[in-house]
């Protein structure tokens, strides 16, 4: 499938990547149909986003329809629209054993820290 990469900042391209697996438990495979951009994506293409790194398939504000869904899902099902948490995170450090999963200390933010 293709992608839109950063690949450095101020240089976009057009990549292959693999088409993603059957999801793993608890996970779901999703289309993106819509991708907003923000202040964050203009900072990254700019270079000024020091959490950003390159190259990277940017984009952390999307909709989407889930395709298909692992073992355990409930909360979503294949066909359903949503908007993604783009915050990924442990689950195990102090942070997210209180709750507040968006301080984790291992924070991956998608089409930042990772594609
Ligand atoms: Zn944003
Ligand atoms: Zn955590």
Redesign the pocket.
């Known amino acids: 499938m293709k992608a839109i990469q950063l690949e450095k900042p101020g240089s976009f391209r057009v990549i292959d990547i693999d088409e993603p697996s059957a999801p793993g438990p608890g996970e779901a495979v999703v289309r993106v149909h819509q991708v907003g951009i923000c202040g964050t994506d203009l900072g990254g293409y700019l270079g000024k986003m020091p959490f950003f790194s390159y190259p990277r398939i940017p984009g952390h504000e999307l909709g989407v329809e889930v395709v298909s869904v692992g073992q355990g899902v409930t909360t979503v099902r294949p066909g359903d629209r949503c908007s993604v948490e783009p915050y990924l ?5 102090h ?2 054993r209180r709750g507040h ?1 968006n301080c ?4 991956q933010t998608l089409g930042v820290h990772c594609d």
């Open positions: 995170n442990c689950q195990h450090c942070a997210c999963t984790c200390h291992h924070n």
